[in-house]
C-alpha cells in the first residue's frame, strides 16, 4: 500500500481523502497552516503540523497529494514539493468517466461524476471538482480549479492558477487566462484576459485579480 501525505485539511482533502483510500493509499497524516488545525484527527488521521514539517517525512513518504483551493499557492507549494523529491500522485474517482485519448497531468484531483472527452488535456495539480464537464480537445493548465458542474465546451483554453466557479458555463473555442476568477453562475462567451475576476451571464470583467 502506498503511503502518502497531504498538504490541507479542508474541504478539498476530505474529498480527496477518500478518493485516495478507494484507490489503495494509505494517509500517514495531514499538514495544514491553521494553528487551530494541528494535534486534531482530520479524516480518520493526523494533523502532524505545518507544511514546514514535510521534509521531515522523506523518509516515510515518497508522494504527496496537495489539497487546498487557493490556485497559485497550490501551484508555488506542488513545485516546491517536486524539487523535495517528492511524487504527487493522481487521485481519479472511479465514478469519473475519462476518455484514454485524455491526458491528466500529476496530482491532479479528480472527483465524483466528472467527465474528461476525448483530446482534453489537463495539466498538472488540477482540481476538476463534482460533476465538471471538460469537452473534446479542451487544454486546461496548471493549479486549475473547475468547479462544481461547470461545463466547458470543446476547444476551451484555460490558462494557469484560474478558478472557473461553480455551476459556470463556457462557450466553445472560449481563452479563458491565468489567474482569472471566474465567478459562480457565470456564462462565458467571449475570451478573459489574464489576472483578472469575471462573472455574470454574460460574463464580463469586474475588476482585477492581483
Not at 26 to 52: N, Q, S, W, Y
Not at 200 to 209: E, L, Q, S
Request: charged share 15%; glycine share 12%.
Amino acid at each position: 500500500m502506498s503511503k502518502v501525505v497531504f498538504l490541507g485539511a479542508g474541504g478539498i482533502a476530505i474529498v480527496a481523502a477518500e478518493i485516495a483510500r478507494s484507490r489503495g493509499f494509505e494517509i500517514v497524516g495531514f499538514l495544514d497552516d491553521r494553528a487551530e488545525k494541528r494535534g486534531t484527527v482530520f479524516c480518520g488521521a493526523p494533523v502532524l503540523g505545518d507544511f514546514g514539517l514535510l521534509t521531515a517525512l522523506r523518509h516515510e513518504v515518497q508522494q504527496v497529494v496537495v489539497a487546498f483551493g487557493n490556485c497559485y499557492a497550490r501551484m508555488m507549494v506542488a513545485q516546491k514539493v517536486v524539487s523535495y523529491g517528492f511524487s504527487l500522485p493522481k487521485l481519479i474517482h472511479r465514478s469519473s468517466i475519462i476518455s484514454p485519448n485524455a491526458t491528466i497531468g500529476h496530482g491532479a484531483i479528480i472527483m465524483p461524476g466528472t467527465v474528461v472527452n476525448s483530446g482534453a488535456r489537463i495539466g498538472n495539480n488540477v482540481i476538476l471538482n463534482t460533476a465538471a464537464s471538460i469537452d473534446h480537445e479542451c487544454l486546461i493548465g496548471s493549479a486549475v480549479h473547475i468547479g462544481p458542474g461547470a461545463r466547458l465546451s470543446g476547444l476551451v483554453t484555460v490558462g494557469n492558477a484560474t478558478w472557473i466557479g461553480i455551476g459556470s458555463s463556457i462557450r466553445e473555442s472560449v481563452h479563458i487566462g491565468n489567474n482569472v476568477l471566474i465567478g459562480a453562475g457565470s456564462l462565458v462567451l467571449r475570451d478573459i484576459p489574464d489576472d483578472v475576476v469575471a462573472y455574470g451571464a454574460p460574463a464580463k470583467v469586474i475588476r482585477d485579480n492581483r
